[in-house]
């Protein structure tokens, strides 16, 4: 008890530490911030949003061999609903509740509850280790010449700091956990088919990525967007006291882009492809539950 607590109080002062660095950033550099955000094509910021919710279909996808493969078994349409619902619950402090929606979701179908476990550690798995590969892959070469670019900003220490910490809870939790990670590492071991759905699901939305450093007017080569992106991603959901990735990701994905532009640009793209993935997720949720309004019969079998 006094553990969960403590956890729950490290992740509000987390957020906290984040809001507060914003602020002191955009405080100093708003209008910079205001002209880069103002100047990006509507058309683009709209394409990157699209390629966001291609994604987010593939990723049902991995929802759903996921369940199937702990003898969960359901259809996609079902799986994409269950899998976007449940993704909302990722910005509640706590980094529980996506899993905890779909869990309850699961367990509604008759599913046991190692299955349903062992179902959403896999998926988790499979998104996050191919994430690291891709990324380490793609931006390992030039990781020097990024820290480098990046220590030339004052701001580089507050994001750095916040980097660093929430990577080594992350690397104590492992620690804690190690035995239990080992044994669905060797669960876990997909087959072909899952490789593609990861390889497309980090094209997908390194693409969406690379779009809005175009539409800012920042040339960044696209192998180097996907790897940056994909790498951002996996670190910021290893990190358990930041609500989808805050902080961390959007940290790694300014830092990244140091290299090619200013810290103002940089942090615009940032903001913006947060902004354009919450749009996607919310569009794609909206629009499945108005399919479901319009036709009342596709209900229980959505369910």
């Known amino acids: 008890m006094i ?3 403590i956890v729950r109080l490290g992740k509000w002062l987390w957020i906290i530490c984040v809001v507060v660095t914003v602020a002191y950033f955009l405080h100093r550099s708003w ?22 919710v291609m994604a987010k279909l593939v990723l049902a996808e991995n929802a759903r061999v996921a369940a199937r ?17 449940s993704q909302l619950g990722k910005y509640i402090p706590g980094s529980i509740w996506q899993f905890v929606g779909r869990a309850a979701a699961y367990r509604e179908r008759g599913a046991a509850f190692a299955a349903i476990r062992d179902s959403l550690l896999i998926e988790s798995l ?65 087959g072909p088919w899952l490789l593609t759905v990861q390889l497309i699901t980090w ?21 180097y967007a996907i790897g940056i992106f ?9 990190v358990p006291i930041a609500p989808a990735g805050l902080g961390i990701r959007d940290g790694i994905l300014t ?7 200013s810290l103002q640009i940089a942090v615009v793209i940032t903001v913006v492809a947060r902004l354009v993935y919450l749009v996607a997720e919310l569009g794609l949720v909206g629009i499945q539950e108005l399919m479901i309004v319009m036709r009342p019969g596709r209900r229980d079998r959505a369910l």
Request: some cysteine.
């Open 126 to 190: 499979w998104v996050v280790a191919s994430a690291l590969v891709i990324g380490a892959t793609l931006v390992g070469i030039r990781a020097l010449e990024l820290l480098r670019a990046a220590a030339s900003e004052s701001i580089f220490l507050w994001l750095a700091a916040l980097v660093v910490v929430g990577l080594l809870l992350t690397a104590m939790a492992f620690i804690w956990k190690r035995a239990l990670l080992m044994r669905y590492l060797r669960l876990a071991w997909p």
């Open 69 to 85: 493969q702990c003898g969960i078994a359901m259809g996609y349409g079902t799986a994409l609903r269950l899998y976007n619902v």
């Open 3 to 5: 553990r969960q607590r």
């Open 203 to 223: 094209v997908l939305l390194g693409l969406s990525f690379w779009v809005l450093t175009e539409a800012a007017g920042m040339k960044v080569d696209v192998a």
């Open 230 to 238: 994909a790498l951002a991603f996996a670190l910021g959901f290893m």
């Open 255 to 261: 830092l990244g882009l140091l290299a090619h532009g």
């Open 31 to 52: 209008p910079e911030v205001r002209s880069g955000l103002t100047s990006m094509p509507t058309g683009l910021v709209a394409s990157s949003v699209l390629l966001v």
